[in-house]
Protein backbone atom coordinates (compact mmCIF):
# COMPACT_ATOMS: atom_id res chain seq x y z
CA UNK A 1 0.00 0.00 0.00
CA UNK A 2 1.39 3.71 -1.39
CA UNK A 3 2.08 5.71 1.61
CA UNK A 4 3.22 9.60 1.29
CA UNK A 5 3.54 11.40 4.53
CA UNK A 6 4.11 15.08 4.64
CA UNK A 7 5.80 17.20 6.92
CA UNK A 8 7.28 20.82 7.37
CA UNK A 9 4.36 23.26 7.19
CA UNK A 10 4.13 25.53 9.69
CA UNK A 11 3.61 29.13 10.21
CA UNK A 12 6.53 31.81 8.67
CA UNK A 13 6.41 35.58 7.79
CA UNK A 14 6.01 36.68 4.33
CA UNK A 15 9.12 36.81 2.72
CA UNK A 16 10.71 33.50 4.70
CA UNK A 17 10.71 30.26 3.84
CA UNK A 18 9.94 26.55 4.38
CA UNK A 19 10.90 23.37 2.85
CA UNK A 20 8.26 20.57 2.97
CA UNK A 21 9.08 16.63 2.27
CA UNK A 22 6.77 14.03 1.43
CA UNK A 23 8.16 10.54 2.61
CA UNK A 24 6.72 7.49 0.49
CA UNK A 25 6.44 3.93 1.07
CA UNK A 26 5.09 1.08 0.25
CA UNK A 27 5.95 0.71 -3.43
CA UNK A 28 8.91 1.16 -5.86
CA UNK A 29 7.94 4.65 -6.90
CA UNK A 30 11.10 4.70 -9.75
CA UNK A 31 8.77 4.92 -12.70
CA UNK A 32 6.49 7.49 -10.55
CA UNK A 33 6.10 11.23 -11.29
CA UNK A 34 6.01 12.84 -7.70
CA UNK A 35 3.93 16.11 -7.88
CA UNK A 36 3.14 18.95 -5.18
CA UNK A 37 -0.36 20.37 -4.92
CA UNK A 38 -1.88 23.16 -2.95
CA UNK A 39 -5.56 23.96 -1.71
CA UNK A 40 -6.78 27.67 -0.28
CA UNK A 41 -9.33 27.80 1.88
CA UNK A 42 -12.64 28.30 -0.45
CA UNK A 43 -10.33 27.30 -3.20
CA UNK A 44 -9.85 24.11 -5.56
CA UNK A 45 -6.92 22.56 -5.05
CA UNK A 46 -4.08 23.62 -7.61
CA UNK A 47 -0.75 22.31 -9.07
CA UNK A 48 2.28 23.52 -7.67
CA UNK A 49 5.54 21.21 -9.26
CA UNK A 50 5.92 17.80 -10.06
CA UNK A 51 9.33 15.25 -10.44
CA UNK A 52 10.21 12.39 -12.19
CA UNK A 53 11.30 9.64 -9.71
CA UNK A 54 13.15 8.31 -12.25
CA UNK A 55 15.28 11.14 -13.98
CA UNK A 56 14.90 13.98 -11.66
CA UNK A 57 12.88 16.50 -14.32
CA UNK A 58 11.31 18.68 -13.29
CA UNK A 59 7.91 20.50 -14.10
CA UNK A 60 6.32 23.98 -12.58
CA UNK A 61 3.64 25.51 -12.39
CA UNK A 62 4.34 29.01 -14.15
CA UNK A 63 3.44 31.26 -11.11
CA UNK A 64 5.53 29.22 -9.01
CA UNK A 65 8.90 29.10 -11.00
CA UNK A 66 12.08 30.85 -9.50
CA UNK A 67 10.63 30.70 -5.89
CA UNK A 68 9.78 27.11 -5.59
CA UNK A 69 11.79 23.73 -5.72
CA UNK A 70 11.19 20.83 -6.27
CA UNK A 71 13.92 17.65 -5.51
CA UNK A 72 13.91 14.37 -4.36
CA UNK A 73 16.58 12.05 -2.57
CA UNK A 74 15.84 8.40 -3.66
CA UNK A 75 17.90 6.83 -1.26
CA UNK A 76 15.23 8.31 1.73
CA UNK A 77 12.28 8.11 -0.83
CA UNK A 78 11.69 11.32 0.02
CA UNK A 79 10.67 14.62 -2.06
CA UNK A 80 11.15 18.37 -0.96
CA UNK A 81 9.13 21.07 -1.85
CA UNK A 82 11.70 24.20 -1.17
CA UNK A 83 9.25 27.59 -0.99
CA UNK A 84 11.65 31.20 -1.08
CA UNK A 85 9.88 34.13 -0.40
CA UNK A 86 6.89 33.18 0.99
CA UNK A 87 3.88 35.72 0.37
CA UNK A 88 0.75 35.73 2.13
CA UNK A 89 -1.39 34.25 -0.77
CA UNK A 90 0.75 31.15 -0.19
CA UNK A 91 -1.27 30.05 2.28
CA UNK A 92 -2.77 26.77 1.90
CA UNK A 93 -2.61 23.04 2.91
CA UNK A 94 0.20 21.68 0.82
CA UNK A 95 -0.40 17.97 -0.07
CA UNK A 96 2.15 15.64 -1.91
CA UNK A 97 0.94 13.36 -4.79
CA UNK A 98 2.28 10.50 -6.52
CA UNK A 99 1.49 9.56 -10.68
CA UNK A 100 2.18 5.92 -11.42
CA UNK A 101 1.90 6.80 -15.10
CA UNK A 102 4.93 8.38 -15.00
CA UNK A 103 4.04 11.18 -16.97
CA UNK A 104 4.09 15.08 -15.99
CA UNK A 105 0.33 15.98 -15.36
CA UNK A 106 -1.10 18.93 -13.47
CA UNK A 107 -4.64 17.62 -12.67
CA UNK A 108 -5.72 16.36 -9.24
CA UNK A 109 -7.71 13.40 -10.73
CA UNK A 110 -4.49 12.05 -12.72
CA UNK A 111 -2.79 11.39 -9.33
CA UNK A 112 -2.93 8.25 -8.13
CA UNK A 113 -1.99 8.45 -4.88
CA UNK A 114 -2.18 11.42 -2.18
CA UNK A 115 -0.82 12.21 1.34
CA UNK A 116 -3.03 14.06 4.18
CA UNK A 117 -1.47 17.87 3.65
CA UNK A 118 0.64 19.49 5.48
CA UNK A 119 -0.25 23.31 6.78
CA UNK A 120 1.38 26.41 5.38
CA UNK A 121 0.29 29.60 6.95
CA UNK A 122 2.52 32.96 5.81
CA UNK A 123 1.69 36.25 7.88
CA UNK A 124 2.01 39.33 5.99
Known amino acids: QVQLAESGGGLVQAGGSLRLSCAASGRTFSRYVMGWFRQAPGKEREFVAA????????YYQESMKGRFTISRDNALNTVYLQMNSLKPEDTAVYYC?????????????????WGQGTQVTVSS
Open 97 to 113: AADQDGRFRTAVYEYDY
Open 51 to 58: ISWRTGST
